[in-house]
């Protein structure tokens, strides 16, 4: 009877076989037994299956491919801004305000980017198209201000610059 309530509750057709392939190229960097480990990567890659967002559901399918409790996979997806937990837009446009950005004016770089777009930081744009977002670090300090759209890192930002970054996406 458990097995069947277990094969009844299980979530792992939540993971599309390619994700799950993904998956297993990040397990198989790890030592024998530590799958835990890909959990990072497992987390980004069901979330780019899910058009950039994670629910709970797909968090519990992580946690139950990799063999771990699901509230250490909460954990992770909590603590780091890159999990999205909440749709959000075809762009997401994550800025660095940490201090090097700081100093370097990333406010003035989040000030035109919210009146371009007429959204908030955590705001996303009524089309779906952008999604802005605070970030505490890229690790790009040298380039800083920063920001990060998709996989792409911009620096050493300007106004001109981010309308030239808007009009050349999608």
């Given amino acids: 009877m458990m097995a069947k309530q277990n094969k009844m509750t299980s979530k792992l057709h939540l993971i599309s076989d390619e994700s799950r392939n993904e998956i297993d190229r990040w397990i198989k960097k790890y030592p024998e037994g530590q799958q835990r480990s890909a959990v990072m990567a497992a987390l980004r890659i069901v979330q780019d299956q899910n058009k950039g967002y994670l629910t709970s559901e797909l968090m519990d399918a992580v946690a139950e491919y990799l063999e771990m409790p699901p509230i250490a996979v909460y954990e992770v997806a909590t603590f780091y801004s890159m999990y999205e937990h909440e749709p959000v837009g075809r762009h997401k446009i994550c800025v660095c305000t940490n201090i090097s ?70």
Avoid: W
């Fill in 101 to 170: 950005c700081m100093l370097r004016d990333s406010d003035n770089i989040v000030k035109h980017l919210s009146e371009r777009l007429g959204i908030k930081l955590g705001e996303t744009t009524t089309d779906g198209r952008f999604t802005l977002k605070e970030v505490e670090c890229l690790g790009a300090c040298v380039e800083a201000p920063v920001c990060q759209i998709g996989d792409t890192y911009y620096g050493d930002l300007t106004p001109e610059k981010i309308d030239q970054i808007l009009e050349n996406l999608d």
